[in-house]
């Protein structure tokens, strides 16, 4: 192995937009919100010049969008956890760091509230 192969390398995607129904107060549940997603994740990378050889950024648009279209979802919490398990279906991501903000949780007062997840192989 000489010194310049990556082993690992963080594909991310940050500042993905996407109107997703979620909330536990009753003035959330029937109406989309937006909210802003940042994904890390974790994968083998080489030398490759290849697509085929690497993650593509297009699958972690999909799944956030994917889980927004998927319905109602009570909490931020859990909308990060399906994310980041969508994510892990590819085998070669080993760790993945999903963070969602959702901009009129306290707005006026605040730009943003979230929460960040962190999920991974055993």
């Given amino acids: 192995m000489s010194a310049s192969q990556v082993l690992a390398s963080k594909v991310f995607v940050t500042g993905v937009k996407v109107q997703a129904e ?14 802003i997603v940042d994904v890390e994740l974790d994968v083998p990378t080489g030398a490759s010049d290849r697509l085929a050889d690497t993650l593509n950024y297009e699958t972690i648009l999909a799944a956030a969008q994917t889980v927004a279209a998927e ?3 009570a909490l931020v919490e859990t909308f990060a956890h399906r994310v980041a398990e969508r994510c892990l279906a590819d085998p070669r991501v080993s760790r ?3 963070r969602v903000e959702k901009p009129l949780a306290l707005a006026p007062d605040a730009v ?7 999920l991974g192989r055993l």
Avoid: D, K
């Fill in 112 to 118: 943003a509230a979230g929460v960040e997840v962190t």
């Fill in 71 to 73: 319905g109602h979802i």
């Fill in 96 to 98: 993945a760091r999903v």
């Fill in 22 to 35: 979620i909330g536990v107060y009753r003035h959330e549940i029937g109406r989309v919100q937006p909210l």
